[in-house]
């Protein structure tokens, strides 16, 4: 018999009694030998410990049901089936009403839990643009809804995630918008019986038309900031102006132009003249050279005459020197009024007109084939926007009456910010100033040189505490330089032949003033000074003129110098061959005496006029230069207002001789042009 080893024993700290033993980690009494090890065992508690382990329990893999396919690269491939989570299983389990009580629980926590990061959030609105940017540049017919969530997106508060929705619609539009004008469906468009392809198109050409007047709306609402303090509401209105303007230069056919139009007038009509301000006017005037259509040109110059006449022609200069870009300036050959615009005659008509050609003998065959070919050709030319002649110059006629409504009206209420720009439009528009016409705006100039007049003998009779000024100052004699040069640009543009049984085309007027106004003119100091000339601000003058000579700098049409101008006046003056020879020899003796005193490029200038009208008037004023060969009596009078009584001929151009000791050798070398023409004409 085999010992049983002996057990050994432990001193064991008895238990308190406010503890709790289990029979398997403690032993109350230890008997000894075989017995009490049985005795021991049947207390312990031996499932215990393996209840609380876990269980490794292998899922079992489901079985798939689904059949075998064929790819079209000819490969067969078992299909897996989806697998359903433990949720969506027991999903029957739960009522409809428990799965809307934990949505709503589910809100409540997002709504009470941690807020997302803004950085986070306009990361995550950058990935969901390029993602509905490229299902648009994909198919965009099939991803129509894409269009609404663009939208949804640049609704957003966050200003960032707005710049960049609107940036993105920008490029999505320019891509997706087709090259024809999308009208809106009547009532018997959705009756009638149509095709699969064409409801399809239908339906996707109505969304992007709806999606992109939403679009617009948002532009025009986001270009006015509310508050000129918010930088990001300003900076969100730079971006959204700059959408503007290139969507209506990259889709100016499509629907909602006027809206687009609208938000660049609204930017011109503010005083403040920013970046915005530029980008906008740029725009114009790029739309008005690039538009072969005409329809834009006229509703952009019928929103912008409106604006002004709003605004009572307190804007700036620039804003109407726009109309100066369009291209009826050289396309359109009719005249035109603020009423009217005449009609080519008959004899017009023959000078364009193709000569008649033999006709054809063609087939009854032929001749059904040739029209349905032409048709077809019709229809081409619709779907392809492409317009004809004739309704481009009804277009450019209604556009040209609205520019010559402005012109005019601005020359009634004698704004003088706008002046020159109005006297140089005018100007560029002679050629197409019906005579109507013609004889109202000669009255509206006549009046301007009269108040010049008045105000420059008012400034005279100022106490001695003003500083001196010439007859007129200078921004008068500018203006009055250019109503003379306004008024010989249009007798220049009108057909004198036609005009002389109907119009007495008499500018004696605009004559005698630039005669009387050599003198004042050749002793200005800033004759060869423009707008844009850097010099010191004239301390005699008030806030407000100076604040109008800074806007002038800013123009970019009316920057001709007085002596340019002059020149220009004179030229036109003196150069036809009618001019009589009366008012050539005052002329050239009031020249003379003037070049003894102008800067030496303005003389340089002056000679040159003057050696050309030798060259045409030589016969006429020769005795000028011989003191022997004098065919006037009496005494020459060089103040005098009227240059017939001045009695030029009993003078001589002793002024010449000095001229040829002049400092500068291009003076001296036009005298001696001079003495040359002269020996020729001998």
């Known amino acids: 018999m085999v010992a049983v080893p002996a057990v050994k024993r432990r001193k064991l700290t008895p238990p308190t009694s406010d503890e709790k033993t289990s029979p398997s980690t403690l032993i109350e009494n230890i008997p000894s030998g075989r017995s009490g090890f049985f005795d021991r065992a049947s207390k312990w508690n031996l499932e215990q410990d393996y209840e609380r382990k876990p269980r490794n329990q292998k899922r079992r893999e489901k079985e798939n049901t689904r059949l075998p396919i064929k790819t079209v690269e000819g490969r067969v491939e078992q299909l897996q089936s989806p697998d359903t989570p433990e949720d969506d299983r027991d999903s029957f389990l739960t009522s409809e009403d428990e799965s809307n009580d934990a949505a709503v629980v589910q809100q409540q926590v ?400 605009f004559t005698t003033h630039l005669y009387k106004s050599l003198y004042s003119l050749a002793l200005d100091p800033n004759v060869e000074f423009s707008v844009k000339s850097l010099h010191l601000p004239d301390p005699h003058l008030s806030n407000t003129d100076q604040n109008d000579s800074q806007s002038a700098k800013n123009a970019k049409v009316n920057l001709r110098t007085t002596a340019s101008l002059l020149h220009s006046a004179l030229g036109s003056a003196l150069t036809p061959r009618s001019t009589p020879p009366l008012r050539v020899a005052a002329f050239t003796k009031q020249l003379y005496t003037s070049l003894l005193h102008t800067p030496e490029k303005s003389s340089v200038a002056l000679l040159a006029l003057s050696n050309q009208v030798l060259k045409l008037h030589g016969r006429k004023t020769a005795s000028l230069w011989n003191t022997e060969e004098r065919k006037g009596d009496g005494f020459f009078d060089p103040l005098k207002a009227e240059m017939e009584g001045s009695n030029p001929f009993a003078s001589t151009i002793w002024e010449g001789e000095l001229l040829k000791l002049h400092f500068a050798k291009r003076v001296r070398d036009g005298v001696g042009e001079c003495d040359r023409i002269l020996k020729g004409l001998g």
């Open 110 to 509: 997002g709504e009470h839990g941690k807020e997302v990061p803004l950085q986070q959030k306009i990361i995550e609105a950058k990935e969901a643009l390029a993602r509905h940017a490229n299902l648009l540049n994909e198919n965009p017919e099939e991803h129509a809804g894409a269009f609404k969530a663009l939208g949804q997106i640049t609704a957003s508060s966050v200003p960032v995630i707005k710049r960049l929705g609107l940036v993105t619609q920008l490029a999505v539009y320019k891509d997706v918008i087709p090259g024809y004008r999308i009208r809106p469906l009547g009532e018997n468009d959705s009756l009638e019986k149509i095709s699969k392809e064409v409801r399809r198109l239908r339906s996707f050409e109505q969304s992007l038309v709806s999606s992109y007047q939403a679009y617009v709306k948002e532009l025009s609402k986001c270009a006015k900031p509310k508050k000129a303090s918010d930088e990001a509401a300003a900076s969100t209105a730079q971006v959204a102006t700059s959408c503007a303007c290139a969507l209506l230069l990259a889709v100016p056919h499509f629907n909602s132009r006027e809206q687009l139009l609208k938000i660049l007038v609204d930017r011109l009509s503010e005083k403040k003249i920013d970046s915005n301000f530029i980008k906008c006017r740029e725009t114009l005037e790029t739309l008005f050279r690039d538009d072969e259509d005409g329809t834009p040109s006229l509703d952009a110059v019928n929103l912008l005459t409106k604006m002004m006449k709003a605004r009572d022609y307190n804007v700036d200069e620039s804003v109407l020197n726009i109309f100066l870009h369009l291209r009826l300036l050289s396309e359109f050959s009719s005249k035109a009024s603020q009423n009217q615009v005449d009609k080519l005659t008959a004899v017009d008509r023959a000078v364009g007109k193709k000569p008649k050609q033999k006709r054809e003998f063609r087939t009854k065959k032929q001749r059904k084939m040739l029209k349905d070919q032409k048709a077809v050709e019709k229809e081409f030319k619709e779907a392809d926007a492409i317009v004809g002649h004739e309704e481009r110059d009804r277009m450019q006629a209604e556009t040209l009456k609205l520019v010559f409504v402005a012109y005019f009206r601005i020359l009634k209420s004698r704004s003088p910010r706008l002046m020159g720009a109005v006297l140089e439009g005018l100007a560029e528009y002679a050629h197409l100033i019906n005579q109507d016409f013609f004889g109202d705006i000669l009255e509206a100039l006549k009046d301007l040189i009269n108040e010049a007049e008045a105000l420059s003998t008012s400034t005279e009779d100022i106490s001695d505490e003003t500083p001196p000024q010439t007859a007129l100052s200078i921004p008068q004699t500018r203006a009055t330089l250019l109503c003379i040069n306004t008024a010989f640009a249009l007798l220049v543009g009108q057909d004198v032949s036609k005009a002389a049984s109907s119009l007495s085309l008499d500018l004696s007027f």
